[in-house]
């Protein structure tokens, strides 16, 4: 199996199994517990937080969640008022936001999926509203938000920005402006189970989960194991930041050459180059993954897969239904070798012509 669906999840770095190995096997301690073992498993995940927030921006704190989507749920349930958030945020963002049963604008993107920071602002000024959303990094187009400059027109009136980074935590800066971000170990090479919310000091929210309280806002017990993986996975991001993203530049040219004649979606410019999101007019992209199995891509977001919607961030970009039927996203990351990606979109391009020809 060629594995080129990194936007899903991405492999685990074998440096942060290593680090979770001994709290696995080894030490088993509760870290919120006042004994000496229990101190040691603290200590493990105050490395782990730190290790975090060397990718985050100065002056907030790193809070462990489950992952990226109660982090989201949290920030987003946690601040009251009305909310502006942009059209092709992640389900985790736009679901959330429905749910929660407040005033809320959603604002259009443009073509490459980009929303307009004046826009932006003028929503909060009509909507008098408390908190914005917008996301670093598309999960589905790859496109990159312009978060400093919304950042910048938003919050001197007196908004929040919360930004899902989870595409982009560890592979792009995470700008200054931000007031809380949202984040997810698997999609740097850690595990799954794991995310945070990084709030900027003097934010205060109204708790998600009620309990022990153990996080300082957040309740639960924390697993040594996985905090120790999500820091290792973090640590290992920062020091090689420049060489993937690098690599996933240069991957990204060879895919484009293997699909010459296939459409981009999204930006060709303001992009996470591992993520390459492409269309071929007629394609019958169900039979294409049955006809290639042993390569693992994506039809669009692994999270709406099996519900038989067009994706929504197709449609925001101006896609029609046909068009976005016919879209494949193909993610690849520091494990991909150039070889394995050539064979296998060559393997791709070559089903798909054979549909054309049966056409």
């Not at 169900?286 to 006809?291: P, V």
């Not at 970009?317 to 494990?335: C, E, H, K, P, V």
């Amino acid at each position: 199996m060629t594995y080129l669906d990194y936007q899903a999840t991405t492999p685990l770095a074998p440096e942060a199994l290593d680090a979770m190995l001994p709290w696995l096997r080894d030490q088993h301690a509760n870290p919120h517990s006042p004994h000496r073992a229990g101190r040691a498993a603290k200590a493990a995940v105050e490395v782990a937080r730190a290790q975090v927030a060397a990718l985050l921006p100065a002056g907030g704190r790193v809070v462990f969640t489950s992952g990226a989507t109660e982090a989201l749920n949290w920030a987003i349930k946690g601040v009251g008022g009305a909310i502006v958030t942009q059209a092709t945020e992640h389900a985790a963002v736009l679901d959330t936001v429905a749910a929660s049963g407040r005033a809320k604008m959603v604002l259009p993107v443009d073509r490459d999926g980009r929303v307009a920071p004046d826009a932006a602002a003028a929503a909060v000024r009509e909507t008098g509203a408390r908190l914005v959303a917008v996301m670093l990094v598309n999960n589905e187009i790859g496109t990159v938000q312009p978060i400093a400059e919304i950042a910048a027109a938003v919050r001197p009136l007196g908004a929040l920005l919360l930004c899902d980074a989870v595409q982009g935590f560890g592979r792009v800066a995470v700008p200054d402006g931000c007031d809380m971000v949202a984040i997810s170990a698997h999609k740097i090479y850690g595990p799954k189970g794991i995310g945070a919310l990084w709030v900027r000091d003097g934010v205060t929210l109204a708790p998600l989960l009620h309990g022990g309280d153990q996080e300082l806002g957040r309740s639960g017990t924390l697993s040594p194991a996985l905090c120790a993986g999500f820091g290792a996975a973090a640590a290992l991001a920062k020091a090689r930041m420049v060489e993937d993203g690098a690599e996933a530049a240069r991957l990204f040219a060879v895919a484009q050459a293997r699909l010459s004649g296939w459409t981009l979606n999204g930006s060709d410019e303001a992009r996470w180059p591992g993520n390459l999101s492409v269309r071929r007019d007629g394609l019958d992209v169900a039979r294409l993954m049955s006809d290639v199995r042993d390569v693992a891509f994506s039809a669009g977001s692994a999270c709406a897969s099996g519900s038989g919607r067009t994706s929504h961030v197709l449609r925001a970009i101006g896609l029609n239904d046909a068009q976005a039927r016919s879209t494949i996203r193909i993610g690849f990351g520091r494990y991909t070798r150039e070889d394995e990606l050539a064979s296998a979109l060559d393997r791709l391009v070559a089903a798909a012509d054979k549909q054309k020809v049966a056409a």
